[in-house]
């Protein structure tokens, strides 16, 4: 592999960046690490949230369904995405006054164009791009460079995620808890550990919407004036319909037992329209219709959790992550539809909620680079474990 001069016992920065499903901009996080495995050992340096300029976002939504496009578009557009995501990342190393030179490597997940899970119907394979040239980080951060992490996943038969669950049984395995770690971004993820899991039999997966149709409702209602609903004040002084919930909640998606996988291309801009429809004939206002939204994530969640968390467990705790930790609405109406279970969140082990993700994809791509395979099959449905990732090599000279 590309360490056969590094000791896996050494200390090396890892620095990860992720661009999620919500699509806000670029979630960075610097690591030290040390080990493979379960005795690898991770500290977290430091982070930063980099924000889209808003005409790069504008043009990420142009080529999100259901949009058409130029290919020429799309192609200069993935260029300029690499350009972004290098200068988020120099923007972290000053801040943290780290050198370039210091990194021993970089992974990242750009914007997912589509997400296209495999399906029993004409046995299809499932496919995944996500756009963002990584020869381009790897140029100018001069280091070494991994993304396109679920593609290998994939072609072994799984779904390309949960990628997380390696990372979550690495950082949140106790042998006298039973728990569930739940990032909350634009899609809903969870990963199950009951106190005695093995490594080879992790359960982890989509539960269905997270921030993404909130965000919707709110671009939509303010006329882009916010992009998310802050604090979860709007859905606080609405209304949840309860007829719309019940029929939100009867999605196939929620039901279904995984592995399973979703994303914009189900629960995004056509899903989101037909809610609104459904809510004009009732009359709801704006603040009822993310209340409503608000609930569907909420109580997705808690499905799943009902149905799903390994029998013969108790879950006793639920740990958060992801922006929607900040939305106080949903994670009070979390709190009180799971209890008597312990909600923390990503913060109280010392990682911030934001930075969680951007964590996950620097361990993943270190593991990888020491030959380890990176993927989990249990969760992600993959035939055997692969080394995911795809590599984009520094210049020789600059």
Known sequence: ???????????????????????????CALIEVQGLREEKKIKFIGHLQYPYPKEIKEKIFQVYPPNSFRAKDLVRLHHLIGEVFSEAGLELLDKLNIKKEELFAISAQGPILYHDPPSEENNYKGAHMEIGESAVIADRLETITIMDLRAADIAGGGHGAPLSVYVDYILFKDNNINRAVQNIGGIANVTFLPKDISWDS??????????????????????????????GSIA????????????????????????????????GEEFFREVLKMAEKRNLSPE????????????????????????????????????????????????????PVNVKTHEDFGIPNDAREAVTWA????????GIPNN????????YP?????????????
Not at 208 to 230: A, C, Q
Not at 363 to 370: G, K, N, P, Q, R
Not at 376 to 383: D, F, N
């Open 236 to 267: 606080r002084k609405g209304k949840i319909d309860k007829e719309i919930l019940s029929y939100l909640l009867n999605h196939p998606y929620i039901k279904r037992e995984p592995p399973k996988t979703t994303g914009r291309e189900l629960f």
């Open 1 to 27: 592999m590309f360490t056969k001069d590094i000791s896996p016992d050494k200390k090396r920065l890892v620095l990860g960046m992720m661009s999620g499903t919500s699509c806000d901009g670029i979630s």
């Open 376 to 383: 989990v099959p249990s969760a992600s449905g993959a035939k």
């Open 363 to 370: 361990v993943l791509a270190d593991e990888m680079l020491f």
């Open 202 to 231: 992790l359960k982890s997966f989509d539960c269905g919407p997270g921030n993404i149709l909130i965000d919707y409702g709110v671009r939509y209602f303010t006329k882009g004036k916010w992009e998310y609903d802050p604090d």
């Open 288 to 339: 009822d219709i993310i209340a409503t939204l608000t609930a569907f994530t909420v109580e997705a969640i808690a499905y799943n959790y009902e149905k799903f968390y390994p029998k013969g467990y108790e879950l006793q705790e639920v740990i958060l992550g992801g922006g929607g930790t900040y939305n106080k609405t949903m994670v009070e109406w979390l709190k009180k539809r799971l209890y």
């Open 386 to 398: 692969v080394l995911g990732g795809k590599i984009s090599l520094p210049p020789l000279k600059k």
